[in-house]
């Protein structure tokens, strides 16, 4: 089956302090990972896909086929970080046509 | 471009009615996806919707159908509401299928059944 597991609902760091979001999957075939981002009141949107390869907003994540995991990472979070982390995954290439989210992870970065 | 437009914002409905949901693309996306995010819970795809043909559906009941218009925005309905359909409803676009990564997502209606 495809699933997408976000073991933690809730997470809590201070301010300055590194930030693991777990994201595990299955999937028969080669798949294409995302991390989707809702910040208070604002629309889902997305913040980084693996075949790309990017940092953005200090965030990265590696693809790692043999854990199959997808783990989101910032050395340092900032408030602004705060908001709701989805990871996701298609077929690659959009193969499959629609992508199947896990259930988020709640970042909270307190001051 | 405003972005991915829906609505209703919210809306209220009663077991048994009936809903209809509208989405409009960001202009030039032909591709549109329906996806039903219950509380607590990451978003469920429903459909997706290309050149106003159905490429995908999700595992919803057949209470569940959606049309793309010609102009590329799409509707959802839901027949014989039950009170679990209660939830937020977001559409997405993209310039075609395989673009998942340049999909943006609109606002959402929030559906609450009684």
């Known amino acids: 089956a495809q699933r997408v597991t976000q073991p933690e609902k809730l997470l809590s760091v201070f301010k300055g302090a590194p930030v693991e979001l777990k994201c595990n999957y299955s999937y028969s075939g080669s798949p294409e990972l995302f991390w989707y981002v809702q910040y208070s009141r604002q629309r889902l949107q997305l913040l980084l896909r693996?075949?790309s390869r990017e940092s953005i907003k200090g965030f990265t994540a590696d693809l790692n086929k043999g854990e199959t995991s997808f783990h989101l990472k910032k050395p340092f979070a900032q408030e602004e970080d705060s908001a709701m982390y989805y990871c996701?995954?298609?077929?690659?290439?959009?193969?499959?046509?629609?992508?199947?989210f896990g259930k988020g992870t709640k970042l909270s970065v307190k001051p | 471009d405003a972005g991915v437009t829906q609505s209703p914002t919210h809306l209220i409905k009663t077991r048994g009615q009936h809903v209809t949901l509208r989405c409009s693309p960001i202009?030039?996306?032909?591709?549109v996806s329906w996806y039903q995010q219950v509380l607590g819970q990451g978003p469920q795809f429903i459909f997706q919707?290309?050149?106003?043909?159905?490429?995908g559906r999700g595992n919803f009941p057949d209470r569940f159908s959606a049309r793309q218009f010609p102009n590329y925005s799409s509707e959802l309905n839901v027949n014989a509401l039950l009170l679990g359909d209660s939830a937020l409803y977001l559409c997405?676009?993209?310039?075609?299928?395989?673009?998942?990564?340049?999909?943006?997502f609109g606002p959402g209606t929030r559906l609450t059944v009684t």
């Open positions: 202009s030039g996306h032909k591709s």
């Open positions: 693996h075949i």
């Open positions: 919707y290309y050149e106003k043909e159905e490429r």
């Open positions: 997405a676009s993209s310039l075609s299928p395989e673009r998942l990564y340049e999909q943006y």
């Open positions: 996701a995954l298609s077929g690659f290439l959009g193969s499959q046509g629609n992508l199947i």
